[in-house]
């Protein structure tokens, strides 16, 4: 038995090795550099420790921005990129003719160059000399005045980007939630449709909980991604990020580290710190709620 345990943590190792030198270090040195004050990069040296990295950085106008951008950018597009794809799900797994059609369609914007897709919502959007853009041109069919969503007011930037995010993250979504659906046991359709159940109590009382692993996977995995948030403001709105009023943690962190305002390595650490602390309290407090909503077969 001895022997087994030996090889068992044999096999273990380089995937151990892996996850402490590319994980667990950088989190530790991170941790360090975030009480590090006045730390030079270039030197290698700093003047004292203390939390005044964290106080800088919460009282930094342009964190105070990003985190708010990031939390509406949660708050938004993670219930609704599941909530639509769950119904898209759905409906894909009641049809017969063209599914695969359909699945395709749907998975197209997942193998789609995010700056490309970026673009392709720029010119929707973006006024220019020579067009008001094709939303503009939708708007005005139905009497409405145009607006510029790239450059103009900060709701209708926010607006772009929650829009753009959901078409981002969704297909991945749809393609997790369609083969979560077939994978029901089709027993349970059977007793349900012979006691004459109505197709919503359906939906509710069998395919919801046979399903709720992967809503809560998804849910899980799209907090974590929303947080994570950077390139799609970027490809909307430019690198000039904090000059929109677009930009985010992650972001925030980069400008910090490599940006026109760069240089200030204990200030991106206590940023990415931070972001640390939401996201595991965030994932905390989803593991208690999946405790009672979450039902494992």
Same mark, same amino acid.
């Given at each position: ?7 068992? =943590?044999?096999?273990?190792? @380089?995937?151990?090795? &892996? ?7 950088? $989190? ?5 550099? +975030? ?24 009282? /930094? ?46 998975? $197209? @914007? ?21 067009? /008001?853009?094709?939303?503009?041109? $939708? ?13 103009? @007011?900060? =709701? ?10 959901? =078409? ?16 029901? /046991? ?22 919801? @909980?046979?399903? +709720? ?13 929303? &947080? ?31 940006? /026109? ?7 991106? +650490? ?19 709620? +999946? ?7």
């Amino acid at each position: 038995m001895e022997n087994n345990s030996n090889k068992a =943590w044999l096999y273990l190792l @380089p995937a151990l090795l &892996f996850l402490g030198v590319f994980m667990v270090y950088p $989190l530790v040195d991170v941790f360090v550099y +975030s009480f590090e004050e006045g730390y030079n990069s270039a030197s290698q040296t700093f003047f004292g420790v203390g939390t005044y990295n964290y106080s800088y950085v919460l009282h /930094d106008p342009y964190f105070l921005q990003a985190l708010k951008n990031t939390l509406i950018l949660v708050v938004i597009t993670v219930p609704l990129s599941t909530g639509i794809a769950l119904l898209i799900s759905a409906g894909l797994a009641s049809i017969k003719p063209l599914r695969e059609l359909f699945q395709t369609i749907y998975f $197209l @914007p997942y193998v789609t160059n995010t700056l490309a897709v970026g673009l392709v919502f720029m010119i929707l959007f973006k006024k220019t000399p020579y067009s /008001d853009g094709l939303i503009n041109l $939708l708007i005005n069919l139905f009497g409405g005045s145009s607006v510029d969503f790239i450059d103009g @007011p900060y =709701w209708a930037k926010m607006l772009v980007l929650c829009i753009y995010t959901i =078409w981002v993250v969704m297909p991945f979504k749809i393609l997790v939630l369609t083969g979560s659906l077939a994978s029901v /046991d089709q027993t349970y359709y059977n007793a349900a449709r012979v006691d004459g159940t109505p197709r919503w109590r359906t939906f509710t009382r069998i395919t919801l @909980p046979m399903i +709720s692993p992967m809503l809560f996977y998804l849910i899980i995995t799209g907090f974590i991604g929303a &947080f994570k948030a950077y390139s799609d403001a970027v490809a909307l709105f430019g690198t000039n990020l904090n000059a929109a009023e677009m930009n985010t943690i992650v972001g925030y962190v980069y400008d910090m580290l490599y940006g /026109d305002s760069g240089g200030y390595p204990s200030y991106a +650490s206590a940023a990415a710190i931070i972001l640390f602390a939401i996201v595991l309290t965030i994932t905390c407090i989803n593991l208690l709620v +999946s405790r009672k909503h979450v039902h494992y077969s």
